[in-house]
């Protein structure tokens, strides 16, 4: 089942702005991923953070993640029209029983 | 980082037919791998869960007499649709994770079009 919830579920932002989007989560997790997909193509992992992170940046991502809230956000500044694609949280809970579930997505949209 | 090569990138065949789809994981040893499904502009449903060796365990929902998937090695995995619907036309994608790590790695999906 897909416990993830991405808001918004599509956003289209200029060249060069900032663009945020959160999730949230309804089980406890071991670790949150964010990954993006171009349109009919794979699934590229941009980061994780683990349940005893906060922040995390990579490059022009930042993630936040608050565990009491079962939320993250994924921050990515200063957008490029190469950025638009579709970006989804993943959430592992751990242990032998290792699988993701993902989110719905948001769709970005960087306009030239 | 790791390469997991799914092939075919994208396949049409007849209703009743049967399509094999292959997921590799080229430059590590695949302990478990994972068939996704996912509509057009939806999220990723997880299908099944393959750990080397073993059957695989299928969520909720799935037909594991329709959707066979094989994993005899650390590097390959396969999924096969049998007896193909038009119904079953959708975007396949498998991952791979070894044994430890915290993300799995995804293949470049296969679209299934039965007409």
């Known amino acids: 089942s897909q416990q993830g919830e991405e808001d918004p579920q599509a956003l289209s932002i200029q060249e060069g702005e900032n663009a945020t989007m959160n999730c949230s989560y309804k089980?406890?997790?071991?670790?949150l991923q964010w990954y993006r997909q171009n349109s009919g193509r794979g699934l590229v992992h941009l980061i994780l953070?683990?349940?005893?992170?906060r922040e995390k940046h990579s490059g022009r991502l930042r993630v936040t993640l608050d565990t009491s809230k079962k939320s993250s956000s994924l921050l990515i500044t200063a957008s490029r029209a190469a950025d638009t694609a579709s970006y989804f949280c993943a959430t592992d809970g751990g242990g032998s029983n290792y699988k993701l579930t993902f989110g719905k997505g948001t769709l970005l949209t960087v306009n030239p | 980082g790791a390469v997991v090569s799914q092939h075919p990138s994208r396949v049409i065949c007849k209703s009743g037919t049967s399509v094999k789809i292959e997921c590799r994981s080229l430059d590590f040893q695949a302990t478990t791998m994972f068939w996704y499904r996912q509509f057009p502009k939806q999220s990723l449903m997880l299908m099944a869960t393959?750990?080397?060796?073993?059957?695989?365990?299928?969520e909720q929902g799935v037909e594991k007499d329709k959707f066979l998937i094989n994993h005899a090695s650390l590097t390959l995995s396969t999924l096969t649709v049998t007896s193909a619907h038009p119904e079953d036309s959708s975007f396949y994608i498998c991952?791979?994770?070894?044994?430890?790590?915290?993300?799995?790695?995804f293949g470049q999906g296969t679209r299934l079009t039965v007409v």
């Open positions: 393959s750990n080397e060796g073993s059957k695989a365990t299928y």
């Open positions: 991952s791979a994770r070894f044994m430890g790590a915290t993300e799995a790695f």
């Open positions: 953070i683990r349940s005893n992170e």
């Open positions: 089980t406890s997790i071991n670790n």
